[in-house]
């Protein structure tokens, strides 16, 4: 296999077939062709909202900003065109958080697609993740941005027509998880699975930096609360 084989597939295996924007550039930034598709525009103001009313994901930038991992809209997000079956991404060869500006239409689906990526980001910047060879870390963090993000409350669950009983939440995580690392990874059924349980209980209960499970804006009002006010107990020592 020749080196560009070799290069296109080792992409394909890392998802980037589902970002083909990652390796073109349609349009040159500023460009008439940039400013006339509508898709483009309509995705920059719902991130642009989402940045700037989404309590989560204003928590989020504000952690990582105090971490020394500050994002910028600029430099950290893209909007582009994606495969059909995903909705954004985190692109850690270069920090950013891709949006797909073909699948997300409603503000609601973009302050969640922002705040699944956002921890992911914030996985990035806390911890030493090997997310193209590791695949333990890749499903961790899957795990962790299904459970926090808003990604299997009852509300988006009840409009997929998914509903249950007691540990449903937790059976959405796994699920929402398993299909991530389906998506991006060329890897069987069954190991997607066995990596995910092997993972689950630990990545599951890890609710940094919300440190609880954010069900609702009043819970990330309590998590910004606890952490502005995670050192006062040891300065006062």
Not at 100 to 120: D, F, G, P
Request: hydrophobic share 35%.
């Amino acid at each position: 296999m020749d080196q560009a084989r070799e290069s296109e597939q080792k992409d394909e295996d890392y998802g980037y077939g589902l970002f083909p924007k990652r390796k073109e550039g349609k349009y040159k930034k500023g460009s008439l062709g940039e400013s006339l598709f509508t898709f483009h525009n309509k995705c920059q103001v719902m991130l642009h909202f989402a940045l700037e009313t989404s309590p989560y994901a204003k928590f989020l930038l504000g952690v990582m900003k105090q971490s020394g991992c500050a994002a910028y809209k600029d430099r950290h997000f893209a909007c582009e065109d994606c495969d059909g079956i995903v909705s954004g991404g985190f692109d850690a060869a270069t920090s950013q958080i891709v949006l797909c500006q073909n699948n997300v239409h409603r503000q609601s689906h973009m302050n969640r697609v922002v705040t699944h990526e956002l921890i992911h980001a914030f996985d990035h910047c806390r911890a030493h993740v090997d997310w193209f060879d590791n695949l333990r870390h890749l499903a961790c963090s899957e795990i962790r941005a299904a459970n926090l993000s808003g990604d299997c409350s009852f509300g988006n669950e009840l409009s997929r027509l998914n509903f249950g009983v007691k540990g449903h939440h937790q059976d959405c995580v796994r699920d929402r998880a398993l299909r991530s690392i389906m998506a991006v990874r060329k890897v069987s059924l069954e190991e997607a699975k066995k990596v995910v349980e092997e993972v689950f209980d630990s990545c599951f209960n890890d609710h940094a930096p919300f440190g609880r499970i954010p069900h609702s804006k009043d819970y990330v009002k309590f998590s910004s609360h606890d952490f502005q006010n995670r050192d006062r107990y040891y300065s006062n020592l």
